[in-house]
């Protein structure tokens, strides 16, 4: 109990000076990786109160910038690596006119997607990638909400993807449904999931 404390205190150190900036969303991920170590009720407690304190940045970043070039790094780590692929440079030209996400910890990149106008009331949800190290604490689920938020605002109705198989349920889970067949993409199966964002 001691040490969660003293971790607790740490982040709430690290992340204080972030709390009025920008746009940040619940810290939880770090919580989930901590209550699965720790499995005593009154930590459900205190999980509430770095709920409320604790925050992650994530936010929209800028075509061509250094966080870019991150967001390229772990899209390539993660997505494109180990189906020994690369991206064109026409492609990731044309991301100019996407919304790019990324979260934040420290100065580090350990998310992204990017979001991409296909019409004025559809807006679709592309190269979304977790770093290896945070996968299966929330990191996805919190990337995915603020996604939602920023498409809302922007006017879009319904989010769209192409959803590798292997990612389906976790899609499913935050109220993604399949949407046709079953198809081969970047040598993998895929499929079209969609989601009503109002
Ligand atoms: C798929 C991915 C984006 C999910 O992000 P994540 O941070 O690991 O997921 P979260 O921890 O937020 O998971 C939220 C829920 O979905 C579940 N989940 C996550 N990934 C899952 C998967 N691949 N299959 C089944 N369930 C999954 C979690 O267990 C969790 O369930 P719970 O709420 O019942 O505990 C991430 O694991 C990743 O980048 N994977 C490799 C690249 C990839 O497949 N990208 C998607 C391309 S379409």
Redesign the pocket.
């Given at each position: 109990m001691l040490k969660f404390c003293e971790k607790v205190l740490m982040k709430v150190k690290l992340y204080k000076h972030l709390i009025t900036n920008d746009i940040y969303i619940l810290f939880y991920?770090y919580l989930t990786k901590l209550l699965k170590k720790i499995k005593i009720k009154l930590n459900w407690l205190i999980a509430a109160i770095i709920i409320l304190i604790c925050k992650m940045p994530i936010k929209i970043i800028d075509h061509g910038s250094a966080q870019y070039q991150q967001m390229i790094d772990l899209r390539m780590e993660?997505?494109r690596k180990p189906l020994g692929l690369h991206f064109e440079a026409d492609d990731l030209e044309k991301e100019k006119e996407d919304i790019l996400i990324g979260a934040f910890e420290d100065d580090d990149m350990v998310?992204c997607c990017v979001l991409t106008k296909l019409s004025p009331e559809l807006c679709k949800l592309r190269q979304?990638?977790?770093h290896q190290r945070?996968?299966?604490?929330?990191?996805?689920?919190?990337i995915m909400q603020f996604a939602e938020n920023v498409a809302r605002d922007a006017g879009f109705k319904t989010m769209t993807?192409?959803?590798?198989k292997?990612?389906?349920?976790?899609y499913e889970?935050?109220g993604y449904a399949p949407h046709g067949d079953e198809f081969i993409e970047v040598t993998l199966p895929?499929i079209e999931m969609r989601k009503k964002l109002i």
């Open positions: 991920f993660i997505l998310a979304m990638a977790v945070m996968q299966r604490n929330g990191v996805g689920h919190a993807m192409h959803a590798r292997t990612a389906e349920l976790f889970k935050i895929h």
